[in-house]
T-cell receptor
Framework: DQQVKQNSPSLSVQEGRISILNCDYT??????FLWYKKYPAEGPTFLIS?????DKNEDGRFTVFLNKSAKHLSLHIVPSQPGDSAVYFC????????????FGPGTRLSVLP | DADVTQTPRNRITKTGKRIMLECSQT?????MYWYRQDPGLGLRLIYY???????NKGEISDGYSVSRQAQAKFSLSLESAIPNQTALYFC?????????????????FGPGTRLTVL
């Protein structure tokens, strides 16, 4: 049973609009959450993270929201750009030492010009 | 030059063959990881190493072994490859922050090795 779920395998958004990628988790002990972006033929690259003591973290066009009671986080991209087209992975860590990374299956975002 | 490199990038092999995937990093990180990615399953941890003398099993270590030859090198071996080990394999590194916690928990990934076992 997956501990980190991304229920939308794909998402298409018009350029300039908002992209919202969702992630749900089952383990309330997760204390840190990350989003990674992956282009074809490349490894994932870190995008943004949030600690469980916060409910929002913003970095430029990217904002991550965390709702601990719902065990849900979301990544907002505003405005979306064609270069944002990639697979986005949600990941969570279980402890302070970062060895237990659990990744979701990913959502493929397509930003249409 | 890439900070985390993997060789080979692509490999096709036959059932029963021994395969080694290699990972090198120039980031100076102590921690290294091996993951595999399968469609619909995300990345799953195979093995991880916190320093040269430390090796730990991850979620799916059966059928795999690793060797940490130096701080910069971490290799993954399939002793007798089988078709369900066909996947995309990623090596990653991370570091500790000043607080002793994994700095931002961010991992740096290599470009991946696509392995096909026939």
């Amino acid at each position: 049973d997956q501990q980190v779920k991304q229920n939308s395998p794909s998402l298409s958004v018009q350029e300039g609009r908002i992209s919202i990628l969702n992630c749900d988790y089952t383990n309330s002990m997760f204390d840190y959450f990350l989003w990674y972006k992956k282009y074809p033929a490349e490894g994932p690259t870190f995008l943004i993270s949030i600690s469980s003591i916060k409910d929002k973290n913003e970095d430029g066009r990217f904002t991550v929201f965390l709702n601990k009671s719902a065990k849900h986080l979301s990544l907002h991209i505003v405005p979306s750009q064609p270069g944002d087209s990639a697979v986005y992975f949600c990941a969570a860590t279980l402890d302070n030492y970062g060895q237990n990374f659990v990744f979701g299956p990913g959502t493929r975002l397509s930003v249409l010009p | 030059d890439a900070d985390v490199t993997q060789t080979p990038r692509n490999r096709i092999t036959k059932t029963g063959k021994r395969i080694m995937l290699e990972c090198s990093q120039t980031k100076g990180h102590d921690r290294m990881y091996w993951y595999r990615q399968d469609p619909g399953l995300g990345l799953r941890l195979i093995y991880y190493s916190f320093d040269v003398k430390d090796i730990n099993k991850g979620e799916i270590s059966d059928g795999y072994s690793v060797s940490r030859q130096a701080q910069a090198k971490f290799s993954l071996s399939l002793e007798s490859a089988i078709p369900n080990q066909t996947a995309l394999y990623f090596c990653a590194t991370s570091d500790l922050g000043d607080s002793g916690r994994a700095a931002g928990h961010e991992q740096f990934f290599g470009p991946g090795t696509r392995l096909t076992v026939l």
